[in-house]
T-cell receptor, first 112, second 114 residues
Framework: SQQGEEDPQALSIQEGENATMNCSYKTSINNLQWYRQNSGRGLVHLILIRSNEREKHSGRLRVTLDTSKKSSSLLITASRAADTASYFCATVLGGSNYKLTFGKGTLLTVNP | DADVTQTPRNRITKTGKRIMLECSQTKGHDRMYWYRQDPGLGLRLIYYSFDVKDINKGEISDGYSVSRQAQAKFSLSLESAIPNQTALYFC?????????????FGPGTRLTVT
């Protein structure tokens, strides 16, 4: 079963708007990572947040983590058409040192 | 040149055939992984290897086998391909630096079993 589940499954916005995607997970984690996948291509690592962190920024990306609610969000500000892709959260379980478990992803479409 | 390469990129094969997918990396990472991706199901781990002498099953290893020929090479075999193995297959690597398993993915192999 999936450890992480993204919400929404699909999101369509206009260029310049912000996009927010959420990830919920079931058990305690060591860290949570977000990846991007352009259509039919390999995944690319975007950002990682550890279980003792609450917020991280990288360029136009902002990730939050709420371990009490077992959830994370990815915010992309001032979106561009090139941000169109699927976004996946991946969790590493607490106590383990391997095996990312991926969610099913959110398909983001940014319309020019 | 790409750090993680996969061959072939596309393959059509018939039911019952044996097929091998190959992965090579120039990142010098010890850890390598094989995933499959099906529409709407995200990525699922097939096998992973932490070094040349280490092979571990993932969540969906039935019908697959792997070989870690060298630190840089990790191949996935389908001994007798079946149609429900039609999927996009990804190889990934990581070095577990700083207790973090950030993975680097190859471009994928699109496999169709008819």
């Amino acid at each position: 079963s999936q450890q992480g589940e993204e919400d929404p499954q699909a999101l369509s916005i206009q260029e310049g708007e912000n996009a927010t995607m959420n990830c919920s997970y079931k058990t305690s984690i060591n860290n949570l990572q977000w990846y991007r996948q352009n259509s039919g291509r390999g995944l690319v690592h975007l950002i990682l947040i550890r279980s003792n962190e609450r917020e991280k920024h990288s360029g136009r990306l902002r990730v939050t983590l709420d371990t009490s609610k077992k959830s994370s969000s990815l915010l992309i500000t001032a979106s561009r058409a090139a941000d169109t892709a699927s976004y996946f959260c991946a969790t590493v379980l607490g106590g383990s040192n391997y095996k990312l478990t991926f969610g099913k992803g959110t398909l983001l479409t940014v319309n020019p | 040149d790409a750090d993680v390469t996969q061959t072939p990129r596309n393959r059509i094969t018939k039911t019952g055939k044996r097929i091998m997918l190959e992965c090579s990396q120039t990142k010098g990472h010890d850890r390598m992984y094989w995933y499959r991706q099906d529409p709407g199901l995200g990525l699922r781990l097939i096998y992973y290897s932490f070094d040349v002498k280490d092979i571990n099953k993932g969540e969906i290893s039935d019908g697959y086998s792997v070989s870690r020929q060298a630190q840089a090479k990790f191949s996935l075999s389908l001994e007798s391909a079946i149609p429900n193995q039609t999927a996009l297959y990804f190889c990934a690597t990581s070095d577990f630096r700083g207790n973090v398993d950030e993975q680097y993915f190859g471009p994928g192999t699109r496999l169709t079993v008819t």
